[in-house]
């Protein structure tokens, strides 16, 4: 079994949808199929149940999935250590992130580098749909992400960055020219829902107003990027940190400040029993720039 063919059967067993899988790795939808259909010839079973609904791991495809999965990633492993080594490191910090303002944090891996000549730090991006899944996965060591966050595995770090929550409506829409908005008003939209866990989406969007009139969840994204189209054509509309303002800026969208919502707070986590010495470090690093830098808006 060809290696592509081996990392495309583990995407799709991840992913569970063929175009997603294709557009991760960058091939056509076809070729996706096609490794799928050789492995099940050469196997002599089916690894997915799919219909025009759903794909789904027959237990065969699941017992594979389990199998090699660890072995693959002790492969890719092996190779990220080869690369370290030839370029003199020895030592990776994976960072994960759901905060698209990475620039912003650029002193602090940049402290982090000159304290740490010897370690390689690695970006990854986490969807807000799975927040915490990469992380506990192992497949990143830190991660940036909004506040608060009440997982018993997981341990917070420091607050590393405070900004505004504002309103991403379509530019066309209602409230698209309004100086600010309140959470009152969200009861007459719908709003972009797909968070998850639920106290953590509703940092961002609740359920109900202050006054407690219910508020309508609409579609379920996943990332910035699913949301623009939903935004755009006035389907739904969704609170959303500054700093998508700065890194979204559109024409067709429009950012309102939301005048009663408490500023967005983003801070470090991790797995309480994968910390180690680099991790502290980092987050010691972070607290420190943090603690002398002024609020964000300064």
Same mark, same amino acid.
């Given at each position: 079994?060809?290696?592509?063919?081996?990392?495309?059967?583990?995407?799709?067993?991840?992913?569970?949808?063929?175009?997603?899988? %294709?557009?991760?790795?960058?091939?056509?939808?076809?070729?996706?199929?096609?490794?799928?259909?050789?492995?099940?010839?050469?196997?002599?079973? %089916?690894?997915?149940?799919?219909?025009?609904?759903?794909?789904?791991?027959?237990?065969?495809? $699941?017992?594979?999935?389990?199998?090699? $999965?660890?072995?693959? &990633?002790?492969?890719?492993?092996?190779?990220?250590?080869?690369?370290?080594?030839?370029?003199?490191?020895? @030592?990776?910090?994976?960072?994960?992130?759901?905060?698209?303002?990475?620039?912003?944090?650029?002193?602090?891996?940049?402290?982090?580098?000159?304290?740490?000549?010897?370690?390689?730090?690695?970006?990854?991006?986490?969807?807000?749909?799975?927040p915490f899944g990469q992380l506990r996965a192992g497949? +990143?060591?830190? $991660? +940036?992400?909004?506040?608060?966050?009440?997982?018993?595995?997981?341990?917070?770090?420091?607050?590393?960055?405070?900004?505004?929550?504002?309103?991403?409506?379509?530019?066309?829409?209602?409230?698209?020219?309004?100086?600010?908005?309140?959470?009152?008003?969200?009861?007459?939209?719908?709003?972009? @829902?797909?968070?998850?866990?639920?106290? *953590? &989406?509703?940092?961002?969007?609740?359920?109900?107003?202050?006054?407690?009139?219910?508020?309508?969840?609409?579609?379920?994204?996943?990332?910035?990027?699913?949301?623009? !189209?939903?935004?755009?054509?006035?389907?739904?509309?969704?609170?959303?940190?500054?700093?998508?303002?700065?890194?979204?800026?559109?024409?067709?969208?429009?950012?309102?400040? +939301?005048?009663?919502? !408490?500023?967005?707070? *983003?801070?470090?986590? *991790?797995?309480?029993?994968?910390?180690?010495?680099?991790?502290?470090?980092?987050?010691? +690093?972070?607290?420190?720039?943090?603690?002398?830098?002024?609020? %964000? @808006? $300064?």
């Amino acid at each position: 079994m060809e290696l592509r063919d081996i990392e495309i059967f583990l995407t799709l067993a991840e992913e569970l949808h063929f175009t997603r899988t %294709a557009e991760r790795l960058h091939v056509t939808q076809a070729r996706v199929s096609q490794a799928i259909k050789k492995q099940e010839r050469r196997i002599g079973a %089916a690894l997915f149940e799919r219909n025009n609904r759903r794909v789904a791991l027959t237990p065969i495809g $699941q017992r594979l999935f389990d199998d090699i $999965q660890p072995m693959y &990633r002790g492969l890719c492993a092996g190779m990220d250590r080869a690369r370290l080594a030839a370029r003199g490191k020895t @030592g990776v910090l994976r960072v994960g992130s759901i905060a698209v303002n990475l620039h912003d944090f650029r002193e602090l891996f940049d402290a982090f580098a000159a304290s740490h000549p010897e370690c390689e730090v690695q970006l990854r991006h986490v969807d807000f749909g799975d927040p915490f899944g990469q992380l506990r996965a192992g497949d +990143i060591d830190v $991660q +940036i992400v909004w506040l608060p966050v009440r997982e018993p595995d997981l341990t917070v770090g420091p607050v590393i960055y405070r900004e505004p929550i504002v309103l991403a409506v379509g530019a066309t829409h209602r409230l698209a020219g309004r100086e600010s908005v309140c959470y009152e008003d969200l009861a007459d939209e719908t709003v972009m @829902g797909g968070a998850r866990p639920d106290y *953590w &989406r509703e940092i961002l969007v609740p359920l109900r107003t202050p006054s407690g009139r219910l508020i309508r969840i609409g579609p379920s994204v996943s990332n910035f990027q699913e949301m623009i !189209p939903i935004l755009v054509t006035g389907e739904a509309v969704s609170p959303v940190h500054a700093q998508a303002a700065r890194y979204y800026a559109r024409p067709d969208i429009a950012y309102v400040p +939301i005048s009663d919502a !408490p500023p967005g707070r *983003w801070g470090l986590i *991790w797995r309480t029993g994968s910390e180690t010495e680099l991790i502290r470090s980092f987050a010691g +690093i972070a607290h420190r720039l943090h603690s002398a830098a002024p609020p %964000a @808006g $300064q």
